[in-house]
Nanobody, 122 residues
Framework: QVQLVESGGGLVQAGGSLRLSCAAS????????MGWYRQAPGNLRELVAT?????????NYADSVKGRFAISSDNAKNTVRLQMNSLQPEDTAVYYC??????????????WGQGTQVTVSS
């Protein structure tokens, strides 16, 4: 299994920046994709950004954050980061780190962190 711990959330004014970090431990060798998701009260959890591991490091972003957020990973340190710039009040949510692991049966298992609160004031 994998354990995920997020950090870096906080309170920031609109237009400001934050950097979120997610540290993975455990069976990190089996992780094939990591990403960030967010959920505001009353809303569904939505994708923010994902990044694949290995060759290519393919990234994917929600339309709402394209050009403002950047996801990156440090495989040696088993961490994934989310640089958030030009933050808006609409970005306020709990941000969750997700890891997708390949198991021995050709299917995937999902693991989630506890989440870190990001609050953007106007």
């Amino acid at each position: 299994q994998v354990q995920l711990v997020e950090s870096g959330g906080g309170l920031v004014q609109a237009g400001g920046s934050l950097r979120l970090s997610c540290a993975a431990s455990g069976s990190t060798f089996a992780i094939n994709t990591m990403g960030w998701y967010r959920q505001a009260p009353g809303n569904l959890r939505e994708l923010v950004a994902t990044i694949s591991r290995g060759s290519g490091s393919q990234t994917n972003y929600a339309d709402s954050v394209k050009g403002r957020f950047a996801i990156s990973s440090d495989n040696a340190k088993n961490t994934v980061r989310l640089q958030m710039n030009s933050l808006q009040p609409e970005d306020t949510a709990v941000y969750y780190c997700k890891a997708v692991l390949t198991n021995g049966w050709g299917t995937n298992d999902d693991y989630w962190g506890q989440g870190t609160q990001v609050t953007v004031s106007s």
